[in-house]
Nanobody, 125 residues
Framework: VQLQASGGGLVQAGGSLRLSCAASGRPFSTYHTVWFRQIPGKEREFVGALRRGVGGSTYYADSVKGRFTISRDNAKNTVYLQMNSLKPEDTAVYYC??????????????????WGQGTLVTVSS
């Protein structure tokens, strides 16, 4: 499967953005999907995860819990990251990643070998 991330941009603090991660080559519903973000000089930081399957469980970093939501549209083979109440500290390059088998270490970027290209989110104060 190949992943294509999009939707980044410049937004004011308090605003919203929706990132998309489109999959090609295999139904996205067969994968667990995760979003990470990265700022220069730092490691990729876990943002949130969506387990595969109907009603898949979601997991979020404490820093985004209550503000970000991950969802999937199987018909469009796309996973979304809805980001509300954005803060300047949310500024980063956002990446989607996927894997077939769930791992309890799901927040570790090294566990994933399927990645989309990054999309830059800039939140101005």
């Amino acid at each position: 499967v190949q992943l294509q991330a999009s939707g980044g941009g410049l937004v004011q603090a308090g605003g919203s953005l929706r990132l998309s991660c489109a999959a090609s080559g295999r139904p996205f519903s067969t994968y667990h999907t995760v979003w990470f973000r990265q700022i220069p000089g730092k490691e990729r930081e876990f943002v949130g995860a969506l387990r595969r399957g109907v009603g898949g469980s979601t997991y979020y970093a404490d820093s985004v819990k209550g503000r970000f939501t991950i969802s999937r549209d199987n018909a469009k083979n796309t996973v979304y990251l809805q980001m509300n109440s954005l803060k300047p500290e949310d500024t980063a390059v956002y990446y989607c990643a996927a894997r077939i088998n769930w791992n309890v270490d799901y927040s570790n970027a090294r566990r994933y070998d399927i990645w989309g290209q990054g999309t830059l989110v800039t939140v101005s104060s």
